[in-house]
């Protein structure tokens, strides 16, 4: 069953001279459990794409369908309440607070879901743990390697049990052995906790151990290849 | 601690150095301003006490028509009531009477136009400390038939202490006014208007002169301090009826407090320019703080944090900014403005020749008062929380895939 519909999604800037399709009419679904890598080349749209799946950027056309709820029709409120609850992030840069340990990090997703302080503490250890960084919980990002913050991004993200997790660019930023750790935890959290990735790349391992792969070309579905198993 | 309080807290410490400079020109500012407000108060307060206690008093006692038209036919009697009014009031702490009019001052040879006072001695001195101006010979005495001469008169008139003083002038309804009087001393003012041209004798021998009766010109009243006075005047002028009216000395003399108000005017201009540049300085640190951290502020609001909340940790930000260096400022002035309370500076050369011209103490004086603190301590506040709307509108104006891409 999808839990992402989208339906003719499109996204046209209005230059000085002439309009630029970054985004044009696409149809997607994405199903529970997928790992899908969301690949073309630059200018190709990728990250448009995912920031209007991400409720970032609005669509000059379309729709976005996440569990039934078109969150393009939500006001700016409440649409940053659903990316909460729903949607977690991972950015190339990994974007962490710097005036936050690592354990601050990925508690504060779930302090603005108001959980409560314990839970919050036992998840953010626990998340963590599972991304290899136990005992980097006290550790402030400048004192981590980019691998390392990555990790705590992902950490983050999951903190909120969101129903997918969107990567732009996950690994862009990081050398071959982090970004082999990364995607494994990554692959691990998708097969074991069937939590579904979609994630923008040019990085050929990743790629590879993506089960779908959707190319973009000039904002327009090229392809949309589903791996066997 | 409050988590937005916490990361704000936090953020702000992010730049140690350029926190702590945006800090201190905060705490210059509040130090400077409120260093330079004291000063000028307490310069203020000690123009006022000296007008006050030099001559006028804080408040007077006149016949209605007396302000306008000064001669001896506008005067008015004390009668019981009037004395029971003035002494049970709660804001006046001490009163003299005076009868003044002008008359010629002669001697064998010479004659000039004076101004002559009479005075309870003793009351007089207890409101005006008229005896610490005798340069010559004594004070007056209850009953005393002499005359006091200010220094430049007699010297005019060439009279000394033991001459014959004659006095010439126009009485109550036109009726004569001649006498002669023994000179008891000589009066060297600071002043060299009264020194040039006042007679004093004692109440009931001016009476006589100008055959008044218990007639006065005017019941000078003292009170507590200048922050009592609009109470006083208030108490005082819902008990008095015509002919009686009473006037403030800010109402006798203008001059004095138009001088005060265009001072304030100029200073505040200064105070003005001072408290510009503190909040350039924070909302330059504060435009900073914002500009840097854009593409964070978009993963914010990205993952979640709703733009009011994210408003709220900028706002806490420049809030605590202004908070740190006020309150650093405030705590630096207290020590600094209680020295110069206690110590006034001394000053010298043509500044204190020109003070003591004006009859003036040669001393600079701080204010000690409440105001001289809070009125800037709100006030550079206050300027912080304008510069913090900024961040605010910039927490809600955020487009966050805008920001991502900073």
Redesign the interface.
């Known amino acids: 069953m999808s839990i992402i519909e989208i339906k003719n999604l499109t996204k046209i800037y209005d230059g000085s001279t002439v309009e630029v399709r970054a985004v044009d009419h696409i149809d997607l679904s994405f199903e529970q459990g997928e790992f899908t890598a969301v690949v073309g080349p630059s200018g190709s749209g990728k990250t448009t794409f995912l ?1 209007m799946l ?1 409720g ?2 609005a669509p000059t056309e379309g729709e976005v369908i996440i569990d039934n709820v078109d969150i393009w029709q939500l006001n ?2 409440k649409r ?2 659903f ?3 729903n949607i977690g ?1 991972v ?1 190339q ?1 990994y ?1 962490l ?4 340990t690592a354990k601050e990090n990925v508690e ?2 779930m ?3 108001r959980r409560p302080k314990e839970e919050r503490t036992e998840r953010a250890l626990s998340l963590l743990e599972a991304v290899g960084l136990g005992d980097r919980v006290d550790s402030r990002p400048s004192k981590l390697s980019g691998g390392q913050q990555q990790r705590v991004a992902v950490a ?2 999951l903190a ?1 049990r969101p129903k997918f997790i969107l990567a732009d660019e996950p690994t862009a930023n990081l050398d071959s052995k982090s970004t082999e750790n990364l995607l494994d935890i990554m692959e691990n959290l998708n097969k074991e906790e069937n939590i579904t990735f979609i994630f923008s790349t040019h990085d050929a391992r990743v790629m590879k151990k993506a089960r779908r792969i959707v190319t973009l070309e000039d904002g327009k579905i090229l392809s949309d290849e589903i791996k066997q198993p | 601690m409050n988590s937005n309080l916490k990361l704000a807290w936090r953020n702000l410490w992010r730049n140690r150095g350029r926190t702590l400079i945006t800090v201190a020109s905060v705490f210059f500012g509040v130090l400077l301003s409120t260093v330079m407000s004291s000063m000028q108060e307490g310069s203020y307060s000690s123009m006022i006490d000296n007008v006050v206690r030099f001559y006028s008093g804080y408040m007077q006692i006149h016949h209605e028509n007396y302000w306008e038209d000064k001669t001896i036919n506008n005067t008015f009697v004390v009668n019981d009531s009037l004395l029971e009014i003035i002494q049970n009031d709660p804001y006046i702490t001490n009163y003299t009477p005076r009868l003044e009019t002008f008359a010629l001052a002669s001697s064998e040879d010479k004659t000039r136009g004076s101004m002559v006072i009479g005075i309870d001695p003793e009351r007089e001195n207890s409101v005006t400390q008229l005896k610490k101006w005798i340069n010559k010979g004594e004070y007056l005495k209850l009953r005393d038939d002499g005359v006091l001469l200010g220094y430049d008169l007699a010297k005019y008139i060439d009279l000394d202490v033991g001459d014959t003083l004659v006095l010439v002038g126009q009485g109550y309804h036109g009726i004569s006014a001649f006498g002669k009087y023994p000179v008891r001393g000589i009066l060297k003012f600071a002043s060299p208007d009264l020194n040039r041209q006042t007679v004093y004798m004692e109440l009931s021998n001016a009476q006589r002169l100008y055959g008044t009766g218990n007639r006065l010109t005017a019941m000078v009243l003292m009170i507590e301090s200048q922050d009592m006075l609009n109470r006083a005047m208030k108490s005082l002028k819902k008990k008095l009826f015509p002919p009686y009216s009473v006037m403030s000395w800010s109402e006798m003399s203008p001059e004095i407090l138009q001088l005060i108000e265009g001072d304030r005017a100029g200073a505040a201009m200064t105070k003005g320019i001072l408290y510009l540049l503190v909040g350039f300085g924070i909302f330059g640190t504060v435009m900073m703080m914002v500009l840097e951290r854009r593409r964070e502020l978009g993963v914010l609001v990205a993952i979640g944090m709703q733009k009011g909340k994210l408003a709220l940790i900028l706002f806490y930000e420049t809030i605590l900014i202004g908070l740190i260096g006020v309150l650093a400022g405030f705590a630096g002035s207290v020590p600094v403005i209680a020295y110069f309370f206690n110590h006034p500076i001394v000053l010298s050369g043509s500044a204190a020749e020109t003070m003591i011209q004006m009859g003036l103490e040669p001393l600079m004086y701080f204010s000690w008062a409440p105001e001289v603190f809070y009125v800037q301590v709100i006030t550079v506040f206050a300027m912080t929380v304008v510069v913090a709307f900024y961040p605010v509108s910039k927490a809600f104006g955020l487009k966050v895939h805008e920001a991502l891409r900073a």
């Open positions: 920031n991400g970032l950027d700016s409120r940053i309440d990316r909460l609850h992030f950015f840069a974007n607070l710097p005036v936050l504060l997703i302090e603005l879901q983050r993200a909120s």
